[in-house]
Every structure is written in C-alpha cells, then in structure tokens.
C-alpha cells in the first residue's frame, strides 16, 4: 500500500541525508520526496511517499522518531488529508491537435505556460491520478517530456504538523 509520511525535522546540512539514509539502510524505497523549510526557517518540512505493508510503515515511522533531527512524523494516509503534485509536460502541439490540447488542458484546469509553432509546455497540479489522466488523455505518443515535483500533503481539518 502506497503510504504519504510528513515529518518536520531541523532545517541544517545533513538533516535530509540521514533521514533518506534510514531508508536505503532497511531496503524501503521512497516514491516521491519533497523537502523545503516552513514558516519557521528553522524548521524544514519533508513529505515522503513510500510503497509498504502497515508494519512496515509503523517500523519506519518509529526509526524517524529516534533521529535527532526529526522534530515530529505523521502518516497521512491514516487520516483525511489533502494531497498536490505539480507536473510539467511539453507536448507536441501541430495542426488540429492544438485546439484539441488546448481544451484538454482547460477541461483539467491546466494552464500552458509556454507556446512554440509546434510545442505547448503545459503546467497542472492534482493528485497523481488527474496528472495520470492528462497524460493519456492527451496521448503518450504527443508526450516529449514530463517533470513531476513529488507528492505534497496536509491534513484536513484542525490537525497540524507543528511545533
């Protein structure tokens, strides 16, 4: 199962390194990673999706919690939540097909955010499954390049991940 872990760690050199360390050390994969300091900016927050059983997540949350850099770890997938990605995509745009992109990308609430004669570099953010969509929808083989930026997430509601 897919799992979506925040943890709010100390913003200093190495930090990040000791945290993906853990990982590799136990042989769990990390997805997606996405790291950048909070509101206080001696604070960072990394959000981190991993593929494993419950236990496992449970294993790896409990290692977290012992590194010295770590202030505080949440699942987010045990809770109602709120999670973005931010994808990038240059799509070969000529003809007919450049309408037919055009309305795609406004039925996803997508913006192009460069035009050349025969591209379009298209900006959309969603959970994975509308980036997904887009893709096919828009045709593979129209795909040139694709730059995802790793999932983000919050909880709903009153939780937090603060100090």
Do not use: C, W
């Not at 927050?45 to 949350?61: F, G, H, N, P």
């Not at 987010?76 to 799509?91: N, Q």
């Not at 570099?121 to 390049?145: C, N, P, S, Y």
């Amino acid at each position: 199962m897919k799992h979506l872990i925040s943890v709010l760690m100390e913003n200093e050199s190495g930090s990040l390194s000791r945290v993906v360390g853990l990982f590799s050390q136990r042989g769990y994969n990390i997805e997606t990673l996405n790291v950048a300091p909070t509101d206080d900016p001696t604070l960072s927050r990394l959000t981190l999706t991993t593929v494993a059983d419950d236990s496992k997540v449970e294993q790896i949350t409990k290692q977290l919690h012992k590194l010295i850099e770590v202030v505080k770890v949440t699942t987010l997938t045990d809770s109602v939540h709120i999670e973005r990605e931010l994808m990038l995509i240059k799509v070969r745009a000529t003809g007919n097909n450049r309408e037919e992109i055009k309305r795609s990308a406004d039925i996803f609430r997508a913006q192009i955010v460069d035009v050349t004669p025969s591209l379009y570099t298209i900006q959309i953010t969603g959970d994975a499954a509308k980036l997904d969509g887009f893709i096919e929808v828009v045709g593979r083989d129209k795909v040139l390049e694709v730059v995802r930026s790793g999932v983000i997430g919050i909880a709903r509601g009153e939780k937090t991940l603060a100090v």
